[in-house]
Each structure stands twice: as structure tokens, then as C-alpha cells.
């Protein structure tokens, strides 16, 4: 309920990155949060919300101009999904299962998604994450489409999605 992993800096560019994460969400009641930098106070993150939707949240700097995208999916508790979330200088995608499910259009600058990053919790230690991270991948440049649903496929037999 309360394990985590903290991480190095990842060292990701300011835009056009991609982040891959393989994971099994059993609680939506807190919307928790699978992975977050601990940037002081800058409040990025992946998480669910309490309706099963995916959400992906940027900010410019410690709660000033946040800005969240949630998936038109609504998983179910259990289910094992894998997701990518791309950014770059005008937009933020959520990919579940190979496949495009929200995008948006965002050109305002975001704080970077640096130093060391929680997987399985919020950076000040709220919005624990109850389920499994199978695989968190971090990609500093975008994957294409066909890139994105390849990984997918590579998956899908292996953990039966």
C-alpha cells in the first residue's frame, strides 16, 4: 500500500519524450498516482482517477498553470493495461493498448520532469498507488505510432492483454 521506487533523474528534454509504463491498477479510490518527479512542488504526474480514467498531468511551475488530459477508456480494477504518453512543445497523448485514446493541444511552456522521479506514489508521499508496475520504460524522443503498437504487440502475449 505504501511501497514505492524512487528513482534517478531520467533526464528527459523539455518536450517530445515518451514514457511506457505496463501496469495492473487495483484501487482507483485515492486516483493514485503511478509515477511523479519530486520537483519541488511541480505538480506532474500519471495517474488514475477515482472513475478509472488515466490521466496525465503537466504544470509550468509549483501549482501555476496545471494542466491535465484524461483517456476516453475507463479501465477496470485489475486489468492490466499498457500505456505511452508522449509530450512535445503543442501537445500531450495518452496511448492505451496500442492505440491513441486522448490527445490535446498544449503549447505552453512546462517545467522540465526532472530529478529524481516515485513510482507508486505522489513525491510528498500522498496518492499511494495499490496494483503492479510491470515495466516503466523512458524515452528521450517521441515514438512513433507504429513504434508504440510494435512494443504493444512484443507485450500483449506475454501478459495477456
Same mark, same amino acid.
Given at each position: 500500500?505504501?511501497? &514505492?521506487?524512487?528513482?534517478? /533523474? @531520467?533526464? *528527459?528534454?523539455?518536450? /517530445? %519524450?515518451?514514457?511506457?509504463?505496463?501496469?495492473?491498477?487495483?484501487?482507483f479510490?485515492? +486516483? @493514485?498516482?503511478?509515477? !511523479? @518527479?519530486?520537483s !519541488?512542488?511541480?505538480? $506532474?504526474?500519471?495517474?488514475?482517477?477515482?472513475?478509472?480514467?488515466?490521466?496525465?498531468?503537466?504544470?509550468?511551475?509549483? /501549482?501555476? #498553470?496545471?494542466?491535465?488530459?484524461?483517456? #476516453?477508456?475507463?479501465? +477496470?480494477?485489475?486489468?492490466?493495461? $499498457?500505456?505511452?504518453?508522449?509530450?512535445?512543445?503543442?501537445?500531450?497523448? =495518452?496511448? *492505451?493498448?496500442? =492505440?491513441?485514446?486522448?490527445?490535446?493541444?498544449? +503549447?505552453? +511552456? !512546462?517545467?522540465? %520532469?526532472?530529478?529524481? %522521479?516515485r513510482?507508486?506514489?505522489?513525491?510528498?508521499?500522498?496518492? $499511494?498507488?495499490?496494483?503492479? =508496475? &510491470? =515495466?516503466?520504460?523512458?524515452?528521450?524522443?517521441?515514438?512513433?505510432?507504429?513504434?508504440?503498437?510494435?512494443?504493444?504487440?512484443?507485450?500483449?502475449?506475454?501478459?495477456?492483454?
Amino acid at each position: 500500500m505504501d511501497d &514505492y521506487v524512487q528513482t534517478g /533523474d @531520467p533526464s *528527459i528534454s523539455q518536450y /517530445d %519524450w515518451s514514457i511506457e509504463i505496463l501496469i495492473k491498477c487495483d484501487n482507483f479510490s485515492n +486516483s @493514485p498516482i503511478f509515477l !511523479s @518527479p519530486l520537483s !519541488s512542488g511541480v505538480d $506532474h504526474f500519471l495517474r488514475f482517477l477515482s472513475n478509472g480514467k488515466i490521466a496525465f498531468q503537466v504544470t509550468t511551475s509549483s /501549482d501555476l #498553470n496545471n494542466r491535465l488530459i484524461d483517456s #476516453n477508456y475507463t479501465a +477496470s480494477l485489475g486489468e492490466i493495461l $499498457h500505456l505511452v504518453f508522449t509530450r512535445t512543445s503543442t501537445s500531450k497523448s =495518452i496511448y *492505451i493498448n496500442g =492505440i491513441l485514446d486522448a490527445q490535446d493541444s498544449d +503549447s505552453t +511552456s !512546462s517545467a522540465l %520532469w526532472s530529478g529524481s %522521479w516515485r513510482l507508486g506514489m505522489r513525491g510528498n508521499n500522498t496518492f $499511494h498507488f495499490n496494483g503492479k =508496475i &510491470y =515495466i516503466v520504460k523512458v524515452y528521450n524522443q517521441l515514438l512513433t505510432e507504429q513504434e508504440i503498437q510494435q512494443n504493444y504487440n512484443a507485450l500483449k502475449g506475454r501478459f495477456n492483454l
